[in-house]
């Protein structure tokens, strides 16, 4: 498991009674490492595709040329395209159009998809993506597995992945992206996602960036940022958010500048 997966990962690993085992964030060489005295059993892999804190973007071809390569008897890879799904891609369809990988099953490794509806789709819920037989084993171990989804939840997602097939969205959000990073680089705030197409930023807490104090003054502006402790296992202090879509206009970026700017003006530094 990559060290800044959701811990809801490892809860379920060790519900099933299964011996967890870490590798560096995003590094397929520490994954590979961990292959090497894995020796000849059954693995599983269990990964976000995008890290929604570091903006890091799973290295799921060399962690797949890893298994390949590895003397383990099977593997199962499990993908969490929760924060990937509308953004990654050529056309928003993910880690594996990004890239251009067919999670199709090979000789020894069966691939399993989850995901949210509740981000890109903008309904409410998750998916498991895999084949008949996963799909099977997993409703008779889950209670969860065995409810179903509202009709009104299912068609809202369903409607979300047609307006998704508009190629203008996508472009939209990418141009949004750009104008957010323009923001917050005028105002000083360094150490951002490099990768054009990822539409969070986080900032980091800090003695001359104190997230919580910036959080404030954003909510009494009008402007929403999630203030997020405790993500993942390795998350030492609170994280402050910002989340970029399609629909946000200039007026918007334009009030959150005057926001950031007036949360800076409270601060030593931001830089």
Known sequence: MDFQSHPSFAANIKS?????????????????????????????????????????????????DALRISNVKSSIVVIDEAHSLGVLGPTGGGIFEHFGIKPTNENRIEFVITGSMAKALGS???YIAGSAERIQLIRERSTIARGFLPPSCAHAAYAGLELLKDPARLAGLRGNI??????????????????????????????????????????????????????????????????????????????????????????????
């Open 16 to 64: 099933q009674g299964a011996c967890t085992r870490t590798y560096d964030h995003g590094d397929a060489t520490s994954f590979h490492h961990h292959l090497e005295n894995a020796g000849d059993l059954t693995i599983g892999l269990f990964t976000d595709s995008l890290f929604p804190l570091s903006g890091c973007i799973a290295p799921l071809p060399q962690s797949l």
């Open 124 to 126: 409410h819920g998750g």
């Open 178 to 271: 750009r104008k957010m990073r323009d923001v917050l680089e005028s105002l000083g705030f360094s150490g951002l996602t490099a990768d054009p197409s990822i539409p969070f930023f986080c900032i980091e807490d800090s003695p001359t960036r104190p997230v919580a104090a910036i959080h404030g003054t954003l909510m009494r502006e009008g402007v929403y940022a999630a203030l997020i402790s405790g993500y993942s296992a390795t998350q030492s202090g609170a994280i402050l958010r910002l989340v970029v879509n399609h629909d946000h206009t200039d007026e918007d970026f334009a009030i959150l500048n005057r926001a950031l700017a007036k949360a800076a003006k409270s601060q030593p530094s931001l830089t």
